[in-house]
């Protein structure tokens, strides 16, 4: 049995496991909230994988992590090490200092000096669209966050990475993604859109 652990909202991501719904076989799958985890009395034994850690709120990551050492500590196989597990700034990070990816990232409210541009500017925590478009120069860069924290908007949680994305034809981008479970690579889902900014796909019509 799989339990995947979400934040309170987002078992959606999952559903296509709990319902059996994959289109190939899966192993019996549950989905449970963090608030519901951190109340809870019993704990099926399952494989536990801790998703969603980017969402949490500090209080709430330092409280995950004690919960999986003690399902470690029961015997439960246990994904993702709260402790452990880099966010999207830390990863990011990780990857161009590692020369893996050619871009890097910078936090909002430290004077961001890009080495490239264009950039954009996002939550870091967030999933959805960014904040700006692709900002062409430092002085762009700088005119959006300080318009940003005069309409108040905190820096603080704001994140801007270098963007290096190439179109594979005129109007097509495309994104690729997949997930790392020990050391094997499963491809997840191929998107395409017509910008630069490539997240749910458009549908031909």
Request: hydrophobic fraction near 40%; proline fraction near 6%.
């Amino acid at each position: 049995m799989l339990l995947f652990l979400t934040t309170r909202g987002h078992q959606y991501t999952v559903a296509s496991l709990v319902s059996q719904k994959l289109g190939a076989p899966a192993p019996t799958t549950i989905a449970l909230s963090y608030d519901a985890m951190f109340r809870a009395v019993r704990i099926p034994d399952a494989t536990i994988i801790f998703a969603d850690l980017e969402r949490l709120y500090p209080w709430e990551l330092a409280l995950a992590a004690e919960f999986y050492g003690a399902f470690r500590t029961l015997g439960l196989r246990c994904l993702n090490d709260p402790a452990r597990v880099p966010a999207r700034y830390g990863l990011l990070r990780r990857l161009h200092r590692a020369g893996i990816n050619p871009f890097n990232i910078y936090h909002a409210d430290d004077e961001p000096k890009p080495s490239t541009f264009p950039v954009f500017v996002r939550r870091e925590q967030d999933h959805g669209r960014p904040l700006s478009g692709l900002l062409g120069s430092q002085a762009e860069l700088d005119a959006f966050l300080e318009r940003a924290g005069g309409a108040g908007t905190p820096l603080r949680g704001l994140v801007v990475i270098e963007f290096c994305g190439e179109p594979v034809a005129e109007c097509f981008w495309r994104r690729f993604g997949s997930f790392r479970v020990g050391d094997n690579i499963h491809v997840d889902h191929h998107v395409t859109e017509d910008s630069w900014f490539v997240k749910y796909g458009r549908m031909e019509q």
